[in-house]
């Protein structure tokens, strides 16, 4: 499907929250500043490959369900497609389709050596048992097979899944290629080629950008106050890492409440907490908070690290942030984006904030393709010189052609996957 090439003033409020609307308006915009030739446009606008497929699993209690799952080729123009696969009851291949054409953007913000893809099974995991996960995830991984590949398209986690889904991925893969292939997906356990410094790395990929942003403004971690929508991976690891380096996290939002401390919440007794008691509220560290209100507290930074379509045009005029991280993929819809700019919030683009987990996948792939493993301090040493080059390259190109970081991030990303095109050229 060829996007439905529009500018962000042009979409609709019934229509801001469909993702893949929202990355053909961002596309468009940049491509316009760019003056991409219609072809161009045309080939990039649109994904490489998508394939759907219909699983069926035989459940616990003896029925056969079928489950639908996809899996989107963006582009393979820098090198095989990179991208995660998650599990969600109300998945659609639209999202799909956004999400694999973000990561393309992503991985050459980063200017590391893939295109982008994304993977998606329709189902709630929250329902499921343990057995039954694995199923789906064995026979998706069947029925993708021939479609991912080290060389080809490298699967990762995303939202819903972990690494334990990772590794029956690898297994199965390696089961019918009748050898074990561990670059087939990144985020494994360390034990089967994962990376050390994996986990924590899109978390840590934010506060890097963060730290660098605040010293544009002359402040410091312990002056800057912090706002944090989402506990998982991205969330809870960048809380974690940001407030052993002193930065105020004052309040944290779940799907199930939030909690707030304007002195700074202990975030190693928050984990805790959640471990026990298996939520964020009741925390004695704090007082828990409205979720609908503690978004929009006054606080230096706002990170979304949970899903898309958080700050609409509904409620982004309700921000009262300086920097606004993206640590989750497309929190920020485009209308949003208006109100935000208005109100001269520093956006870092979620296709640079949290490419710090696409970063140590592929340090992860490098790292299994040779067989040789690195240590922590150099994979982190490694995914700093890459966020803080790219950050600064970003808000260099902003300043120089007038655009805000996000068209600039797309801008940089465009050129240079346009670029990779033209030189191969078009194979007839
Ligand atoms: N799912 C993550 C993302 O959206 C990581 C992708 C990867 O490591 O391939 O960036």
Redesign the pocket.
Known sequence: MVATLTSPESISIENEKNPWLAAAARFEDAANRLNLDDGMRKVLGTSARELTVHIPVLLDDGRIEVFTGYRVQHSIARGPA???IRFAPDGTLDEVRALASW?TW?CAVVNIPFGGGKGGVICDPNILSDTELEKITRRYTAEIIDFIGPERD?P???VNTNEKVMAWIMDTYSMHARHTVTAIV??KPMALGGSRGRPEA?GRGCMMVILRALKLMNKRPEDTTVVVQGFGNVGGMASQLMSAVGFKIIALVEYDGAVYNPNGLDIAALQQHRKETGSITGFAGGEDMDKAEAMFLECDVLLPAATENVLTSQNAHRVRCQILCEGA?GPTTPLADLVLADRKVFVIPDILA??G??TV?YFEWVQDRQGFFWNEQLVNERLQEIMDESFDAIVEYARAHHVNNRIAAYMVALDRVAGAIKLRGIYA
């Open positions: 990179k991208g995660g990561m992503k490298v990762a986690p995303d990144t985020g899109t993929n949290n490419a987990g696409v996948s």
